[in-house]
Structures are given as structure tokens and as C-alpha cells.
């Protein structure tokens, strides 16, 4: 079975700052990883995915992420945090093997908060 | 473009009543997803249509709820009878047809879900 693990409930960043919402997964096969963001009484938001190719991806609003196959992580970064990119970010997975084909997995979700 | 649909966007009911939501996914979208997320987790897929056909409901409780996508566009999600587990926001997603696990997903703003 497929999982994703976002072992940080929290993470607090002073405006300007770099930053950085970590991701782990583990799927049978090849990975589909992506990075979605909710605001307070909206749906999710697509931001970014790595499908294939280099390992670091470009997303909406300034963010990126790194794929590292080697640690099976996709974290979401950016280089100068703002405050409206305070919200809850969420990682996801899904892959083309074994018997989660196709299905998207989402772990449970960081709280980003932006300080003036 | 317009987003997903969803309604109503709150419904409070008692226990072991019934309750329905509706979905109109983007226009050209053959995907379709029912997710559910309870407060403080990610969401989770109840139910996955391609046109009106069912890929995934391994994860939907078929005893109490059912789904259906008439002419491959509109889509109902029902709780009958609904238990006190069921609080949530139920998330409806779409997405163009593609390889699976690779078309990014275009959510709705939800319905939040109390029951009493």
C-alpha cells in the first residue's frame, strides 16, 4: 500500500525567510508526488507535481520541490515565505504499479505559518 | 473557466437521517473523485468515476453510502443512514482524462457535514 508522512504539524517561518514543508512517501513502483494547499473554507489547490525528469519542479506562487528518490522524499520549498502563504499544505502520491494504480494518497497535512 | 461545483456548501443533520451532495465537475473533465476529510487529516477517496463507470470504491462504506455519475457529468454522493462519524467535508475533485495518477486534480470548495 501506498502512504505519505508529513511529520511536521507546524512549521512557523518569519516573513522573507526561506521555507521548507517536508514530505516522505512510499509506493510500489514509480512515484507521482504533489504538493496541495488549502485555504480556510476553500477547496485544495494544485501547486506543483514531479511525474518524470529533473528532480526539481517549479510551481504556482514561487514554490518548488525536490524529488531524492534515495530518501523517498518530495519537500516543498520556497526561498522568501510570505505572509498570505500561510495555509495548510498537503503532500500527495500515486503510481503506476501495484495495486494502488492511479489512486492519489494524501498525507495528513501541514500547517504553514508566515509571521510579519 | 469555472471551477467544480459542489451543494450545499453546509448541512447539519441528526443521526440515522439521510443526506445527499451534488457535484458538477469542470466541462470536459471524464474524471471524477469523491473524497472525505475529517478535521486535522488529509482527505481520503471514497469513490472514483472515469465517465460514469466506477474505477475505485474500495474505500467507500457501501452499507451507507452510494454514489452515482449520470451521463458521465453530474455526480451524487448519499449517506443513508448517516452516523456521527460521518462529520466531515466531502471534497469533489475532477480531473482530464490521462494517464492514471498523472492529471493533476481540480477541487471544489466542499461541503462541511455535521451530524448530531
Known amino acids: 500500500a501506498q502512504s505519505v508522512a508529513q511529520p511536521e504539524d507546524q512549521v512557523n517561518v518569519a516573513e522573507g525567510n526561506p521555507l521548507t514543508v517536508k514530505c516522505t512517501y512510499s509506493v510500489s513502483g514509480n512515484p507521482y508526488l504533489f504538493w496541495y494547499v488549502q485555504y480556510p473554507n476553500r477547496g485544495l489547490q494544485f501547486l506543483l507535481k514531479?511525474?518524470?525528469?529533473?528532480?526539481l519542479v517549479k510551481g504556482s506562487y514561487g514554490f518548488e520541490a525536490e524529488f531524492n528518490k534515495s530518501q523517498t522524499s518530495f519537500h516543498l520549498k520556497k526561498p522568501s515565505a510570505l505572509v498570505s502563504d500561510s495555509a495548510l499544505y498537503f503532500c500527495a502520491v500515486s503510481s503506476a504499479g501495484g495495486t494502488s494504480y492511479g489512486k492519489l494518497t494524501f498525507g495528513q497535512g501541514t500547517i504553514l505559518t508566515v509571521h510579519p | 473557466e469555472a471551477g467544480v461545483a459542489q451543494s450545499p456548501r453546509y448541512k447539519i443533520i441528526e443521526k440515522r437521517q439521510s443526506v445527499a451532495f451534488w457535484c458538477n465537475p469542470i466541462?470536459?473533465?471524464?474524471?471524477l473523485y469523491w473524497y472525505q476529510q475529517i478535521l486535522g487529516q488529509g482527505p481520503k477517496l471514497l469513490i472514483q468515476?472515469?465517465?460514469?463507470?466506477?474505477?475505485?470504491d474500495s474505500q467507500l462504506p457501501k452499507d451507507r453510502f452510494s454514489a452515482e455519475r449520470l451521463k458521465g457529468v453530474d455526480s451524487t454522493l448519499k449517506i443513508q443512514p448517516a452516523k456521527l462519524e460521518d462529520s466531515a467535508v466531502y471534497l469533489c475533485?475532477?480531473?482530464?482524462?490521462?494517464?492514471?495518477?498523472?492529471?493533476?486534480?481540480?477541487f471544489g470548495p466542499g461541503t462541511r457535514l455535521t451530524v448530531l
Open positions: 466541462s470536459g473533465h471524464a474524471t
Open positions: 514531479y511525474i518524470t525528469g529533473d528532480n
Open positions: 468515476f472515469q465517465n460514469n463507470g466506477v474505477v475505485d
Open positions: 475533485a475532477s480531473s482530464l482524462v490521462g494517464r492514471a495518477g498523472i492529471a493533476e486534480q481540480f
